[in-house]
């Protein structure tokens, strides 16, 4: 991607893309995300809910394991898109797994439907993260 504001459009379009194939038949709360990688690589994923609440997976975490499980371990930057309209922010779930794996500069973008993105910086979110 060339600039910020060019794989901000692409993420926020691939995270809404993404959204479009959420399993949520019990919230009906569909939500997509989509993480750019230090290697520049693109990978999306939505939420995936199941009747044990507690096996719901969270888009940003789908599209985070994807890049992982492909080897690429420095996220750059995440959007994250709702149904709803309105920014999104991640669960404190997310939140961590994110601060795992976002470069120190790393971006979360909160899509919001015909209207400006929300962009904040990881420590924004997660300013005392969890570290081992």
Avoid: W
């Amino acid at each position: 991607m060339q600039n910020n504001e060019q794989y901000i459009k692409e993420l926020v379009m691939r995270a809404s893309s993404a959204m479009k194939r959420a399993y949520a038949p019990y919230s009906h709360f569909c939500v997509g995300a989509a993480v750019l990688t230090e290697k520049g690589n693109i990978y999306s994923g939505c939420n995936i809910e199941n009747a044990s609440f507690g096996a719901t997976n969270c888009a940003e975490r789908t599209a985070i394991f994807k890049a992982v499980s492909e080897g690429e371990t420095v996220i750059k930057a995440v959007a994250i898109v709702s149904g709803n309209g309105k920014p999104t922010p991640p669960c404190g779930i997310c939140r961590q797994v994110m601060s795992e794996f976002m470069a120190e500069d790393g971006l979360v973008i909160l899509g919001i439907k015909d209207a400006e993105a929300k962009i904040y910086m990881l420590n924004e979110l997660l300013p005392e993260r969890f570290i081992y």
